[in-house]
């Protein structure tokens, strides 16, 4: 059953072909087989079974939901009730949430059976798959590289086939760029498109849970489950969402595509611009107009981004102090003794150098010098993509300068690290939709990603444009 999509699944489901048990249990046995991939921090074996007994009973009697028979991975920062919730960190490593996040409590609804939580880069922040407090996860494609992050487990999980697809969260590019280096497609949907409830907060107004699968069709089915408002996420919008599985095969006739020429730098690896000319070429032969296009504020994103989500980091990491729940430091001689060591203990390297960032920047003395310039640089590159988009309906740019790199190789330098996002942070502050989508392979066999970037609340004509490519 090999890298058969969940509308296949489900076919062979009804027509009496396969048993979804068999599916369930082929995907907990590779699992384990691959457990040196590092994509799992826990996997839900039983309840997975029970489930797919039950599932595969009803999509036989035809009154089963839209995911019937998608077996999917969640990122550890995605609430599900009585599971774990890490955010891969030795803080609240053993906590178990009372709760569910909106978007699993859609995905069980559709009868979708969840396997497992995933690895992740420390409470999301990370580019690599490197800042997990427990292993790091590692690039199905060749183990000595990274799979990028934060959502590296969710990533491999999917490019490793172990699982149809999965959940992740992207603050900055945290699954787009894990998408590129792994070879699948990775959505971040328009900030407001899926509720954030049930999301550990890195930083909040960047935040937005997205699918990542290893098909367009995979992708669209789960985006058009978890799409939608809900009254416990003040930030949800109330947009309506349109039938993504049932237009994904429309014409691009006619579409124009802008390509930002700032994105083209001479910093970008040759093979990674050979992709975009060839995704280029074939565009144009598919009847789509491709343009070029300015965005003048892309040196400033990088800049912008790491005070913005360090700011948000050091407020939202606040809570964790050994205090209510989570680690606690033994025999401290006071209280502030005890969250002093308790948040040393508990959090690692880079979670501690941003929140250091963010406590800095919004100290007072320095919160007008840095910060509230960063708010002003963020409206301007909202500002800048408004301009662009007055010349086409969707952009098309490299999802990172690189393919992966080895594991180790940019650990201690945090500033190479953080210029990985380079393409992908400003869809974040300007909260619009992006899909990392594949693109070939470099001369190591490491796969390129591409990024298709849309107009708020326009997820669709990505995912058209996408299959397209597909």
């Known amino acids: 059953m090999n890298k058969l999509n969940i509308a296949t699944i489900q076919q062979k489901i009804k027509n009496g072909e396969l048993d979804l048990s068999e599916s369930v249990s082929g995907y907990l046995a590779k699992i384990k087989q691959q457990q040196n991939l590092g994509a799992f921090l826990t996997v839900y ?37 009585r599971g774990q919730l890490s955010c891969a960190s030795k803080i609240i490593g053993n906590y178990i949430s009372p709760f569910e996040a909106t978007a699993v409590n859609k ?3 559709a009868d979708a059976i969840i396997i497992g939580k995933t690895n992740m880069d420390e409470f999301a922040m990370g580019s690599s798959g490197e800042n997990s407090s427990l292993f790091p996860a590692k690039n199905p494609h060749n183990p000595d590289f990274v799979p990028g992050g934060s959502s590296s487990g969710s990533t491999v999980a999917v490019a490793a086939d172990l ?68 009254e416990k996420d003040s930030t949800s919008a109330p947009e309506p969402v349109p039938a993504f599985d049932a237009n994904l095969d429309e014409s691009i006739t006619g579409k124009t595509i802008g390509i930002p020429r700032q994105y083209l730098t001479e910093a970008l690896q040759p093979e990674i611009r050979d992709a975009v000319e060839s995704a280029k070429s074939r565009l144009c032969a598919g009847g789509a107009k491709v343009v070029d296009v300015e965005l003048k504020m892309l040196d400033y994103c990088i800049a912008a981004y790491y005070i913005i989500c360090t700011a948000e980091a050091s407020s939202n990491l606040s809570r964790y102090d050994g205090a209510r729940y989570g680690l606690r430091a033994e025999n401290p001689a006071d209280l502030d003794a005890m969250y002093t060591k308790t948040r040393v203990q508990g959090f690692g390297k880079e979670v501690k150098r941003r929140i250091m960032l963010g406590t800095y920047v919004l100290s007072a003395g320095y919160y007008d010098a840095y910060y509230r310039r960063a708010l002003r640089a963020r409206t301007l590159i909202c500002r800048d993509f408004e301009n662009a988009f007055q010349q086409c309906d969707l952009m098309l740019s490299p999802t990172t300068p690189t393919t992966a790199f080895k594991l180790g190789a940019n650990i201690d330098d945090p500033l190479t690290m953080y210029l990985q ?3 992908t ?40 444009v996408a299959r397209f490519l597909e």
Do not use: W
């Open 107 to 109: 995905l069980l609804a």
């Open 163 to 230: 699982c149809n697809a999965a959940l992740g969260s992207d603050t900055g590019g945290s699954i787009r760029q894990p998408a590129a280096f792994c070879g699948v497609y990775g959505m971040k949907p328009t900030y407001g498109r899926v509720s954030r409830y049930g999301l550990v907060a890195f930083a909040s107004s960047l935040d937005q849970i997205g699918p990542i699968a290893d098909s367009v069709a995979d992708l669209a089915a789960v985006l058009q489950v978890i799409c939608g408002n809900d």
């Open 421 to 423: 996002d380079i393409y």
């Open 45 to 81: 074996e039983q309840s997975a079974l029970a489930q797919a007994k039950k599932i595969n009973d009803k999509i036989r009697r035809g009154t089963a939901g839209s995911l019937a028979g998608a077996v999917i991975a969640l990122k550890d920062n995605i609430a599900i009730k």
């Open 425 to 464: 942070v400003s869809l974040n502050l300007a909260g619009l939709p992006g899909l990392s989508i594949p693109a070939g392979k470099d001369a190591q066999g490491l796969p390129i990603g591409l990024q298709l970037i849309g107009k708020h609340f326009d997820e669709l004509t990505l995912l058209q």
